[in-house]
């Protein structure tokens, strides 16, 4: 079974950075994909990136693409989070996701979650 592990959450002030860290295990083969969502308080869930196996490409979402970089591990297994220049609008808890066989593609609703990790950004 699919398992995920996110970490790197915390409180820091507006402008700084933080880094996630999402680790995943237990695919069955070597076709799935691990993203990063968010949601904060009263709004919907927004997807953030996405690193595809095999291949290892990443995608990010435009609105932040400036200012949130998404790296991956070698083997596929670690998908991180570097988020710079925070903002209080950042705040929400982080999902780190997984699904199978997507063949290529970045889906929206992913069928593994991890427990979320909180980011909150003080202004």
């Known amino acids: 079974e699919v398992q995920l592990q996110a970490s790197g959450g915390g409180l820091v002030q507006a402008g700084g950075s933080l880094r996630l860290s999402c680790e995943a295990s237990?695919?069955?083969?070597?076709?799935?994909?691990i993203g990063w969502f968010r949601q904060a308080p009263g709004k919907p869930r927004e997807g953030l990136s996405c690193?595809?196996?095999?291949?290892?490409?990443?995608y990010s979402s435009p609105s932040v693409k400036d200012r949130f970089t998404s790296t991956s591990d070698n083997a596929i297994s670690t998908l991180y989070l570097q988020m710079s220049s925070l903002k209080p609008e950042d705040t929400a808890v982080y999902y780190c996701?997984?699904?199978?066989?997507?063949?290529?593609?970045?889906?929206?609703?992913?069928?593994?979650w991890g427990r979320g990790t909180l980011v909150t950004v003080s202004s």
């Open positions: 996701a997984a699904e199978e066989f997507v063949r290529g593609v970045c889906g929206i609703d992913p069928e593994y």
């Open positions: 690193v595809i196996s095999p291949g290892g490409a990443i």
């Open positions: 237990g695919f069955s083969s070597d076709d799935y994909a």
